[in-house]
């Protein structure tokens, strides 16, 4: 339900940037203020005899393939700082504890993450415990960062007869 809830919220946000540049682009484009006849005059006694050829819009020139097709991508980290990448495709994710999501970025398949753990200060601290649990037995202790979840587990066929 959360992470419905946050994609619903990215996508939000990514409508309302992409609306103000699509409302600039419609605006009309504003023309070159029209010279006045004492600014006509004195330009053409700069080059007397000489008629200056008529304006031609300039052609505009294509981006280069390479640079054209690369995207930006930055994420705001949970802990503070941003993570970035920059390739032909890429995704952002802002990191947010509540969600447990420190933030990420994925440019052309790679993965950069923020780093650090959403998990609180007593997170993986049970190894002690699960020691003294399976005694005599050895036993395997697991802590999985990304859902801030351990495991205790005891390896009863080691256990002494």
């Known amino acids: ?8 919220s990215l996508s939000l946000a990514a409508l309302v940037f992409l609306m103000a540049p699509a409302m600039a682009a419609t605006s009309p484009p504003q023309a070159a203020p029209a010279l006045s006849a004492a600014d006509q005059a004195f330009l053409a006694s700069l080059a007397p005899g000489v008629r200056a050829p008529a304006p031609v819009p300039a052609a505009k020139r294509p981006a280069h393939p390479a640079i054209a097709k690369k995207s930006l991508c930055v994420a705001n980290c949970a ?5 970035s990448c920059q390739g032909s495709s890429c995704t952002a994710v802002d990191g947010n504890c509540a969600w447990g999501e420190v933030g990420y970025v994925i440019c052309d398949g790679n993965y950069y993450s923020c780093g650090g753990s959403c998990c609180g200060g007593s997170f993986c601290t049970g190894e002690s415990y699960c020691a003294s649990r399976c005694y005599p037995c050895s036993y395997s202790y697991t802590c999985n960062y990304s859902y801030c979840a351990d495991d205790c587990e005891c390896n009863y066929s080691t256990c002494p007869q």
């Open 1 to 8: 339900m959360n992470k419905a809830v946050f994609k619903l």
């Open 79 to 83: 802990f503070g700082g941003t993570v």
